[in-house]
């Protein structure tokens, strides 16, 4: 609602005559996407906000179908993006478009094609009433699911416009599907393997003759759209596939991919979670190298794959401890630490596809990559840096008791005075913080990454962790 209230005002024509009059061109789809794409290509202005990862891959091939006029099929395992990326192309229509007021699939009025535009031209004439539609109203979407109907995609007889007088022969009495409804825009089928075959075969003359069949009716209606479609490679999906003359239709397949740099997947996290409390870059990346071993690691179905959303979810979840926390401690600033992270096994466990033979060890995998990912963190992060001073601590046979219950201050009053605590800081990317959250969050990580480089021992019960001298 708040966005429709400060879109900017539509244009103040509204007849046909004041169209021409003002200078009006008509473009079609394809070619409006292509000129707009060639502007943004050509000032440098971004053509895909938000999209991370494929700057160099299938954005550049993107284009080209675009330029090329082609419909397109995304094709990639789950969470890479692409219906993210679909909804982009929106950016690239005409802020505003003229439409023959009241018509359900938003003719031209230079060119109207249903029966009730034509109608309607030939008795106004350049009176023609013209309304506007923004470019946010032109985008239609289906998720491809079993029980999609002819109908519900191209269209069916409405039974309620026969009763009311009309002629079961009547074009008027066509209820118009979300393919017609987006005429003049851009239409998305995600997941499409996934529609029966037959409903499949409905979208042959969409995409080769640029027209919909309703039933019996004498009807050719010849549609002006974008058609993208979004499918899991057929070698993973088995629940169904595209249809061979359907496939060949399709002017470009772009073959989609998880971020190619840890950078990237670093970014998508920051840019897509929605995190309740604060989150240091230390255990950002933490999760970021853990989406990326679990997506390598030949326990799990590389077929599937292991989806962005794992790393966002955990992200949230990581965010989300803290804040509980802070409720039950009295924390004033919540911060997640290293004791958050065991709490995202149990909760992931279900967005992964394991390989048949580690059935039953899915949980301790999960958390051997976890304490990989903290390694190897620990290891960019903190390599060289003297940590002595901190290890002095466990001289004498002493020990500092963490968890996810202990609040910031409690554990800095544990672990006493760090020397060279302010390089330490430096290292994990805090420059002075004065929130006792962020230190903990710091000397925490430092403990966790000195019990697996076998420096200290730690002992775990109940989401307690204590550490001392191995």
Request: aromatic share 4%; glycine share 8%; charged share 25%.
């Amino acid at each position: 609602m708040a966005a429709s209230l400060s879109r900017p005002h539509a244009p103040g024509i509204r007849t046909l005559h004041a169209l021409r009059a003002a200078g009006h061109h008509h473009h079609s789809v394809k070619v409006e996407v292509r000129e707009n794409l060639l502007a943004r290509l050509r000032s440098g202005e971004e053509r895909f906000p938000g999209i991370v990862g494929f700057a160099d891959t299938v954005l550049p091939q993107l284009e080209r179908a675009l330029l090329a006029g082609h419909d397109v099929v995304l094709l990639g395992e789950r969470g890479q993006g692409k219906t993210r990326l679909i909804r982009t192309l929106v950016g690239l229509l005409d802020e505003w478009t003229p439409v023959v007021a009241g018509c359900e699939i938003n003719d031209h009025p230079y060119a109207p094609v249903c029966a009730r535009c034509r109608r309607l031209a030939a008795e106004c004439g350049e009176d023609l009433p013209v309304a506007w539609r923004h470019q946010s109203e032109r985008y239609g979407e289906k998720l491809a699911t079993p029980d999609t109907s002819v109908g519900d995609l191209i269209g069916d007889v409405d039974p309620i416009k026969v009763a009311e007088g009309r002629t079961l022969g009547d074009p008027e009495t066509v209820h118009y599907g979300l393919v017609p409804r987006t005429n003049r825009g851009i239409f998305s089928v995600n997941e499409l393997p996934d529609l029966a075959e037959r409903i499949q075969v409905s979208l042959l003359n969409v995409l080769e003759e640029r027209d919909i069949q309703v039933r019996g009716y004498l009807l050719r209606l010849p549609l002006d759209l974008l058609l993208i479609a979004s499918a899991n490679p057929e070698d993973y999906t088995n629940r169904g596939r595209i249809i061979t003359p359907l496939k060949d239709r399709f002017g470009s397949e772009v073959r989609t991919h998880y971020p190619p740099r840890l950078e990237d997947e670093l970014t998508l996290i920051r840019q897509e979670a929605a995190l309740p409390s604060t989150l240091p870059d230390h255990l950002v990346e933490i999760l970021g190298r853990y989406t990326r071993l679990v997506r390598e690691s030949p326990a799990v179905d590389a077929r599937s794959g292991v989806s962005a959303r794992f790393a966002i979810a955990a992200a949230e979840t990581v965010a989300a401890s803290a804040l509980r926390r802070a409720a039950l401690t009295g924390e004033a600033q919540p911060v997640a630490r290293v004791a958050d992270l065991p709490a995202i096994v149990a909760v992931l466990r279900g967005k992964v596809e394991f390989e048949a033979s580690e059935e039953g060890r899915e949980h301790d995998v999960l958390a051997h990559l976890l304490r990989r990912a903290t390694h190897d963190t620990y290891r960019v992060r903190l390599a060289g840096l003297d940590l002595s001073g901190l290890l002095a601590r466990f001289s004498d046979g002493a020990t500092v008791e963490s968890g996810d219950l202990v609040p910031a201050q409690s554990l800095l009053d544990r672990v006493g005075p760090v020397p060279g605590l302010a390089k330490l800081l430096e290292r994990v990317g805090l420059d002075a913080p004065e929130s006792p959250g962020l230190i903990a969050a710091a000397v925490e990580f430092a403990l966790e990454g000195l019990y697996l480089s076998r420096k200290l021992a730690k002992d775990e019960m109940d989401g307690s962790t204590v550490y001392g001298r191995s």
